[in-house]
Structure formats: structure tokens, C-alpha cells
């Protein structure tokens, strides 16, 4: 079953040789640590056109939790917020307007198809090759993002009616004339899968999922681990680990938020390096 959050609660060598530099040490062990970050951020990251910069939320979040129990919806809302929080973004108060859905459900490809045939606005203005895309993953969660156009500051440039007006201050083949911006991210998890996991974990899976057009880790790496090898991984983590933390942290980066997908991954290899060095914990 479930493990609830009072459950959650009641869980809770010699140095190197002076001939050889310090620095040394640092620089051996961090390239390999930021090709094994950047090559997993590649690997879960859905691709998008070359050139483009990925989709980020730019409005405060507001998680709704359905298809579970009012208690524990709630607590894996608080997780959720909390999570983006610590991650530098805006979160709604307690009237705003849900801008993630967390649905349990018993079977999630069912689910999407259901969507597909009686509720397609559920998908927002996402191509009918995106929805085709969604409906054909496998695993026990499905997760998709809805966005709009920003201008390269991150505001809005598109609406229902309207055509896209775009006034760009300074051109560079580095970064693009214009943002993606989130206003809608929608997760389905199965209700069986969830059996035996905690509140944290869960609400950190859907974090990773709902924040950003990650996949689920359907074969579990070893290094570098992650949340998202949670119904894969025999031992998974108890929570965000170093690695998505690292994840989150760079890919909600102002300075990226224009710039195309490649920059993002490698800003994910450099933070989880630096992380790896500065001797966090591979779960927090």
C-alpha cells in the first residue's frame, strides 16, 4: 500500500599524496562526471527542432492532485510546491488556478486514448503527431506539456486570437528570438505502480515529469541516478537525487531560457559535476 505521510515520518580514507596537485585530482574526476550528467540529460530530454530553445513554466505553479485520497493528494501538492520552490520558481497561492494535473489512474495509455477520442482539450494546442507520440510510450506514466510563444524576455507574444508580434532587442545565432513557455503540464501515474512507494518519492517523480519534457527511465543506469527510474530502478531513490536536482537547477536557468536545447544539457553536466565535487548527497 501507499506509504502515508506519518509513515514517511516514522522512517526517517586517507588523503592524497603531497606530490600530486589538488586541482589535479578535481579536474580528473569532473569530466567524466559531466559526460555521464549531460549524456543523461540527453537521453530523457525530449527532443525538440534543432535550434530551439525547451519549454519552461513562466507563470507561478499550482499542482492539483487527482484520482487518490483528499490526505494524501494534498501532501503530495505540498511536495510538489516545495520542490519548485527550492528550484527558484514562482508558486501560486491557495486559490490559484491549476496549471499541473497529477491524475492517478488505473490504466495511463488507456487513459491517454480516452483523453485523445473525448476530451482532446486536454492537450491544448499540442499536433496530433505529439498526441500520437504520447499515446504510443510505454511504462506507467504519461506526461505532456502544453505552450504558447515568448518573446526572448520570457513574456508571452501569442494568445487564442491573435498573431505573433515579436520585437527582438539584440540578434544572435546564440540564443533564439523567442521563449516557449508552459501554461500547462499534465501527469498520469497508475494507481498500482504506486504500491510501496512514498509520498516523497512519488510527488519527486511527478516533479521531474511535470517541470519539464522529461521521460520516465524505463532500464535503471546506475550513475547517475534518478527519481525517474522510480518504477525501474529495484532500489530507487528515496527522492530527487543529485542528478535532478542538478536538472532542474539548470534547466530553469534565466540565462537559458532562449537559448537552444544543447545549451540546457550541458549546463546540466556542468551542475551536476560541480554538485558530484562539492560532496552533496546523491538523495536530499
Known sequence: MLTTPDAVLAQQGGGAEESEPADEIVVQGRVPDREAGRDLAAEITRRVEYGTPLARFHLPVCPKVSGIHPTLGDALSARIRENASEM????????????????????????????????????????????????????????????????????????????????????????????????????????????????????????????????????????????????????????????????LSAYYSLRLRNRPASSTLNAVGREYAEAVIDGGTETE
Open 88 to 247: 527558484g520558481l514562482a508558486v501560486g497561492g491557495a486559490d490559484c488556478k491549476s496549471n499541473i494535473v497529477v491524475a492517478f489512474v488505473v490504466d495511463a495509455g488507456r487513459e491517454v486514448y480516452s483523453l485523445i477520442n473525448d476530451a482532446r482539450w486536454a492537450f491544448g494546442t499540442l499536433e496530433p503527431s505529439e498526441r500520437e507520440r504520447i499515446a504510443g510510450e510505454t511504462g506507467f506514466t504519461r506526461a505532456w506539456h502544453v505552450s504558447v510563444l515568448g518573446d526572448e524576455n520570457g513574456a508571452a507574444i501569442r494568445d487564442a486570437k491573435g498573431p505573433v508580434v515579436n520585437n527582438v532587442s539584440i540578434a544572435t545565432r546564440l540564443a533564439a528570438p523567442v521563449t516557449r513557455l508552459v501554461t500547462a503540464s499534465v501527469v498520469l501515474m497508475e494507481l498500482a505502480a504506486i504500491d510501496g512507494k512514498t509520498v516523497e518519492q512519488i510527488a519527486d517523480f511527478a516533479t521531474m515529469r511535470a517541470l519539464a519534457p522529461v521521460t520516465e527511465i524505463n532500464e535503471a543506469t546506475g550513475e547517475p541516478e534518478s527519481i525517474l527510474a522510480l518504477f525501474s530502478d529495484p532500489a530507487p531513490a528515496e527522492g530527487l537525487t543529485i542528478f535532478d536536482r542538478s536538472y
